[in-house]
């Protein structure tokens, strides 16, 4: 499954999605909001997402996995607009016949989520003003290796 | 050749707008597109280097040629985090 949502990730949900009688292993990721980001602190999150392109990146990751690990099932889902601090503004899960395979596959994908899927981030300070948090240089460049 | 062209994150707050229709000479590539914007919002300079392209919801390289109707979509670097 592939979800963009913008309420509530639905983990009980993609928990039950990742059942597969041939899968031992199940590796679950949530990324959630948190109160700093390089020493300022947040009030608040926001993300935005060019939706088609992002759904499309997505696919493109899990089908990759899927196949490289051989995975029985994969679930990537981002939340956008407002996530208050402390909820899951992404999920993922992948369920494999061992963990060895399950570790490498959710992690492969949440490293990719991050680059690869046009999701941004606006952050809210405390103090009142905003920033859109852009990634570091050698990120951005591994965002820009597929052009 | 009119393109449809999409403003995300901060390039957005820097335009105003999330997108806009844009025509250009016939052959223009998003080098031209890129160049033609810069001329219009001079603070677009500073994040052409950190951008990637879409084009039709493919990443694509700047040289590529822009048609009718095309989608270009300017990308900022996503959000990241540490791994």
């Known amino acids: 499954l592939i979800e963009i949502v913008k309420s509530v990730l639905n983990s009980a949900r993609y928990h039950s999605l990742l059942e597969d009688k041939s899968c031992g292993g199940l590796c679950i990721f949530e990324g959630r909001v948190r109160t700093h980001n390089e020493g300022r602190e947040v009030e608040r999150l926001e993300y935005e997402c060019y939706e088609p392109m992002a759904v499309r990146q997505m696919s493109l990751i899990r089908e990759e996995v899927l196949r490289r690990w051989g995975l029985g099932k994969a679930v990537i889902a981002h939340r956008i607009g407002f996530v208050p601090i402390g909820e899951a503004a992404v999920w993922i899960g992948a369920a494999a016949p061992h963990r060895a395979e399950a570790f490498a596959a959710c992690r492969y994908m949440i490293d990719e989520v991050k680059h690869k899927v046009p999701i941004w981030k606006k952050e809210t300070y405390r103090s009142g003003d905003y920033a859109w948090v852009g990634c570091g240089e050698e990120q951005s460049a591994a965002y820009k290796d597929h052009a | ?83």
């Open chain 2, 1 to 83: 050749v009119t393109v449809k062209v999409l403003y995300f994150a901060v390039l957005r707050d820097l335009f105003g707008r999330a997108g806009e229709s844009v025509a250009l000479a016939p052959g223009a590539t998003l080098a031209t597109l890129a160049e033609t914007l810069s001329e219009r919002v001079p603070g677009l300079r500073a994040h052409l280097g950190s951008l990637a392209w879409g084009l039709n919801l493919e990443l694509v390289p700047l040289q590529t040629m822009l048609k009718e109707g095309d989608e270009v979509a300017l990308l900022p670097p996503v959000s990241g985090g540490r791994p």
